[in-house]
């Protein structure tokens, strides 16, 4: 979809300030996120990278006292010009968030088409195509083959936040946004979320959050560095974590603060 | 803490868990004779003619309250076709939309029609509907009635029920690019289905029992109302003409109408105590 | 016609569920797609409409009243509210007698069920062993729920009486020096009214009492735990001076319920309007005069004066309640909306 554009950028950020009425959360913030590789960001808590992440699908927006300035480009497409609706960039721009959150009341099945069937597509074949296809890339179909109609709250932890990477899948987004997607798992469905982390990237645009600085150092190319809404350093993955340029960043990844 | 300082205090302690007992038993007691007697009058007053037949006429032994009984149920039905969608709706905005002061407005509204005698939406619905005869006294302004009367109570239990939804699925559903509307209705409200309904069978509870804004709408009927522009019988309109009576035998058709009523209104009560538990299982 | 209107609801909202699936959105990425948006505005709309209904209801019920009363309120003006002759054959109407028999009987149901609830609330949240709470709550819940009109049966067949054979000759014979408590009683009364208003009003003003109770932080308690306190002392000490504006006003909110409370009380009082010392004589309330008399009426301005009757009700109902919401409020702080 994106092939013929140039091909390193998926995400174009340009001086992106995000405010909470008077609080800026972001402050001026300026870089590309490559396509087909994974991104991580990094920073201690409250430096802003949920705020910046939620705002590449401008799910801020969801605060009412949220402004931003600035630009952010998908793939040459300005996602906040006056004429594009933050439905059509989410579409988009899927997002995984901390906390596994499948639709209570829906079927594991339902859960994974449910993007889909709510924004008009009935035919039922598409509809079971692309529930085997968003299951096996999240690595969850051969567990749950068998009891697509089970309840998806039936499933456990690391399971059904798989699902819920799932559930983002099936609509086939461009880029994946994912809010410390792992914190709240036990450590083997930790490294299932990070095997299935690098084999997505193959297909899409990552962007982690992450307080985990192994897992940033472990599964991703590129990592940035937030620190009281500023973005510090930010480079490839090994660089930040071997030979940063900042002394703030050096002292953060190697646990001095944070 | 000497010794005897303490003695009176452990005294006063337990004193005070004596008489807070006392009250809360004395509180219970009301609750406990009015069963009893409803059972005891009631229950053998109760027989086939009181669900199959009409009211007989004045020193006639005998008779039933069948028109009274399916006029509680077709009222209600009207109730529920002017209050459910609205108040739902309006409970929906409270929740999902607006800014905090016009809520605080229109929470705080309801609040106070909740607070606003039934007699008050009788004389009202009277002046609105019956005066003018548009149609005058009928099923249709009782029906009206009961439904306004029913707006503010389930907008109040809707809004709560919906903010009890976690805000995990709403993000979840609009950052699956699901429009505003569409994660309201198929996500927020489906989650918080059970809720609803609940919060709306006890609005059905709350104005089944109501007599005093049915007087001067609904009127009371002593046979069948054939059209809904024609006055209807509901069960707390007959028990109350046969309360006041001085004739033994309507007077035991007012106790059986009365347990018939109670047994209605408290098995919506006690039935939503188990659609509740039922809820917040499935919530977790 | 709200009538007409919310028959067509389901209608309107089907119709917005059409229009949407129309749109296949997920076939094309172009970033300007006018999806949803339309449902969007007409949904937001269409609950905002509907919560608006609140305000059309307060106004409907404040216009109807208003009109109703116009002719009384012509022809009697302030001297309505102060003069105490209620005397429908004469056509001359006086609201006092109905406004006393309204307070009085209240404020006996206060007297009566004040101390009892909030005992009662403090037994729940404080006192009470844990496996007792929940069946004493559901019983209260179920007292609220008995409707009023069943109520008023059983005080007039079952409380009356037994008041008129027992409680009332030994209060007589004990209190009996006391104006209230002299003279005959033949049964209802406003005395009575009082009783089963009490017994009416105690479920709320316990449920909310003891909501107001479970809001008191734990903090509080555990302060004066560590100082060695008793339970009760606790309860004086750190809840209850706590809580003592949200408990009044959940006492409040109580006499908001009595006042306009009809059935029961119109089966009990006697329903003669007027003004007498002894609590043991008949008596009459704003609503319970309505009730009586509204379909009876005959001519005009008889309606008209019980239209102001229900105007007086209503006005001094709002008073109270918006006293007592005002005071539930600030004591719970303004209500947070969470995010979205």
Redesign the interface.
């Known amino acids: 979809m994106a092939d013929n554009q140039n091909n390193s950028a998926a995400l174009t950020v340009k001086n992106l300030s995000v405010y909470f009425g008077k609080n800026e959360a972001v402050k001026n913030v300026s870089l590309d996120i490559a396509a087909r590789a994974v991104t991580a960001i990094i920073g201690p808590s409250g430096c802003g990278k949920s705020t910046f992440l939620r705002a590449i699908n401008r799910m801020h927006e969801l605060n009412p006292d949220a402004r931003m300035e600035g630009e952010i480009k998908l793939f040459g497409d300005d996602i906040y010009s006056k004429n594009v609706q933050p439905v059509v960039v989410r579409r988009r721009v899927g997002m995984v968030f901390q906390k596994s959150n499948p639709f209570p009341t829906m079927s594991i099945n339902e859960n994974v088409t449910v993007g889909l069937r709510l924004n008009g597509i009935r035919d039922k074949k598409i509809l079971s195509e692309r529930t085997e296809q968003s299951l096996r890339m999240a690595a969850l179909w051969d567990e749950v083959k068998d009891r697509l109609s089970a309840p998806a709250i039936s499933l456990s932890g690391g399971q059904q936040q798989r699902l819920c990477i799932a559930r983002a899948l099936a609509v086939q987004p461009e880029v994946l946004l994912m809010d410390e997607p792992a914190s709240a798992l036990d450590p083997l469905a930790t490294s299932k979320i990070e095997d299935l982390i690098l084999t997505l990237k193959k297909d899409y645009t990552i962007v982690i959050v992450t307080h985990n600085m192994q897992q940033a150092a472990r599964a991703s190319d590129f990592t940035a560095f937030f620190y009281m809404g500023e973005l510090v350093e930010f480079g490839p993955t090994t660089k930040i974590f071997t030979s940063p340029a900042n002394k703030r960043t050096e002292d953060y990844v190697t646990g001095r603060f944070g | 803490m000497t010794a005897p300082n303490h003695n009176w205090r452990q005294f006063k302690d337990v004193l005070m868990r004596v008489i807070t007992f006392a009250c809360a038993i004395l509180v219970v007691t009301p609750l406990v004779l009015v069963f009893y007697h409803l059972l005891k009058e009631g229950f053998t007053s109760i027989n086939w003619a009181f669900f199959t037949q009409l009211p007989k006429p004045v020193g006639e032994i005998g008779g039933g309250m069948a028109n009274a009984i399916a006029g509680t149920f077709i009222l209600l039905g009207e109730a529920a076709l002017i209050g459910v969608p609205i108040g739902v709706l309006g409970g929906v905005y409270l929740s999902e939309y607006g800014g905090s002061k016009l809520n605080w407005w229109i929470r705080f509204a309801a609040d106070i029609l909740n607070g606003v005698p039934s007699i008050t939406w009788g004389i009202v619905v009277y002046g609105l509907l019956v005066a003018p005869h548009l149609p005058g006294f009928s099923a249709l302004a009782g029906g009206v009635v009961l439904g306004l009367m029913m707006i503010p109570l389930v907008m109040r239990t809707t809004e709560e029920v919906l903010q009890l939804v976690p805000a995990g699925y709403r993000e979840a559903s609009l950052a699956l690019g699901i429009a505003k509307w569409r994660t309201i209705v198929q996500i927020v409200i489906r989650t918080a289905l059970k809720g609803i309904v609940t919060g709306v069978l006890l609005a059905l509870a709350r104005v089944a029992g109501e007599t005093a804004p049915l007087m001067f709408t609904a009127f009371g009927n002593l046979g069948w109302a054939r059209k809904l522009t024609e006055p209807i019988a509901a069960l707390p309109l007959q028990i109350f003409e046969y309360a006041k009576s001085p004739y033994d035998d309507w007077r035991r058709q007012a106790w059986a109408g009365a347990l018939v009523l109670l047994l209605l209104v408290l098995a919506i009560n006690i039935g939503v105590r188990f659609l509740t538990r039922d809820r917040f299982k499935a919530k977790i | 016609?709200?009538?007409t209107k919310?028959?067509f609801?389901?209608l309107f909202?089907l119709l917005i569920f059409r229009r949407?699936?129309?749109?296949?959105?997920?076939a094309t990425?172009?970033?300007?797609?006018?999806?949803?948006?339309f449902?969007?505005r007409?949904?937001?709309w269409?609950?905002?409409a509907?919560?608006?209904?609140?305000?059309v209801?307060?106004a409907?019920?404040g216009y109807?009243?208003a009109?109703?009363s116009h002719l009384a309120m012509q022809k009697f003006g302030w001297r309505f509210l102060i003069s105490s002759d209620w005397d429908p054959v004469n056509d001359i109407y006086g609201a006092l007698p109905v406004i006393f028999g309204t307070v009085v009987s209240s404020l006996i149901a206060l007297i009566i069920a004040v101390?009892?609830?909030v005992?009662?609330a403090?037994?729940?949240t404080e006192?009470?062993p844990l496996w007792l709470r929940q069946p004493?709550i559901?019983?209260?819940?179920?007292?609220a729920?008995?409707?009023?009109?069943?109520?008023?049966?059983?005080g007039?067949?079952?409380m009356v009486p037994w008041l008129h054979a027992h409680l009332f000759p030994a209060m007589r014979g004990t209190l009996g020096f006391l104006p209230l408590f002299k003279g005959p009683d033949y049964g209802p009364c406003i005395l009575a009214a009082g009783m089963i208003l009490a017994?009416m009003i105690?479920?709320i003003i316990?449920s909310v009492s003891r909501e107001i109770l479970r809001s008191v932080p734990g903090l509080q308690r555990e302060a004066a735990y560590a100082l060695?306190a008793?339970?009760?002392?606790v309860?004086r000490i750190a809840v209850l001076s706590y809580a003592k504006k949200g408990i009044f006003g959940a006492v409040i909110?109580g006499l908001?319920?009595a006042?306009?409370?009809?059935?029961a009380v119109t089966?009990v009082i006697g329903n003669i309007a007027q003004i007498v010392p002894s609590l043991f004589s008949p008596g009459a309330t704003l609503?319970s005069t309505?009730?009586n008399e509204?379909?009876e009426a005959t001519g005009d301005l008889y309606y008209s004066a019980?239209?102001e009757l229900?105007l007086v009700?209503?006005g001094v109902?709002?008073v109270?309640?918006?006293f007592?919401?005002l005071l539930l409020k600030t004591f719970a702080g303004?209500?947070v909306?969470?995010?979205?």
Not at chain 3, 32 to 37: E, P, S
Not at chain 3, 50 to 55: K, L, P, S
Not at chain 3, 259 to 263: C, P, R, S
Not at chain 3, 337 to 340: E, S, T
């Open positions: 016609m709200s009538r919310s028959a609801l389901p909202v949407e699936k129309k749109f296949d959105c997920m990425t172009k970033m300007t797609t006018a999806t949803g948006q449902g969007d007409a949904f937001k269409l609950t905002l509907m919560a608006f209904a609140v305000f209801l307060i409907l019920i109807e009243l009109s109703g101390p009892i609830s005992a009662t403090v037994y729940l006192l009470a004493l559901m019983f209260i819940e179920l007292l729920a008995i409707p009023s009109v069943i109520l008023g049966f059983w007039l067949s079952v017994i105690v479920p316990t060695g008793t339970r009760w002392e309860t909110l908001g319920r006042l306009g409370e009809t059935m089966l609503a309505i009730a509204f379909t019980l239209f229900g009700l209503l109902t709002l109270v309640n918006i007592a919401q303004p209500s909306k969470p995010q979205n």
